[in-house]
Nanobody, 123 residues
Framework: QVQLVESGGDLVESGGSLRLSCVVSGLDYFPIGWFRQAPGKEREGVSCINDSDGLTYYSDSVKGRFTISRDDAKNTVYLQMNNLEVNDPGIYYC??????????????????WGQGTQVTVSS
């Protein structure tokens, strides 16, 4: 059974940093996408990383501030979030496409999701 577990969400000041983790079980290989959803807003894609070649993708709003990476020995994908801003808070989810190696069409077609971890940014 595929499971994804996020952790690392916290309350931080504007300009601060957090590192989120997504631990995956039940898959030999997997791309991982990060999404977020703020109250009253639709869920949006943040980033994705391929399993096949490590290629990464970012939304324009986080590019240059967030970095996605993976540690295959730990079946873990990280999202390093620097210089957090007022538009960054929300529930952050990781997701994957079982049976796939890449993030092709990276904002769509994720079949397995984690439970989410909350990120809060104070002024």
């Amino acid at each position: 059974q595929v499971q994804l577990v996020e952790s690392g969400g916290d309350l931080v000041e504007s300009g601060g940093s957090l590192r989120l983790s997504c631990v995956v079980s039940g898959l030999d290989y997997f791309p991982i996408g990060w999404f977020r959803q703020a109250p009253g807003k639709e869920r949006e894609g943040v980033s994705c990383i391929n399993d096949s070649d490590g290629l990464t993708y970012y939304s324009d709003s986080v590019k240059g501030r967030f970095t996605i990476s993976r540690d295959d020995a730990k079946n873990t994908v990280y999202l390093q979030m620097n210089n957090l801003e007022v538009n960054d808070p929300g529930i952050y989810y990781c997701a994957t496409k079982p049976g796939q190696h890449s993030c092709l069409n990276w904002r769509t077609n994720y079949d397995s999701w984690g439970q989410g971890t909350q990120v809060t940014v104070s002024s």
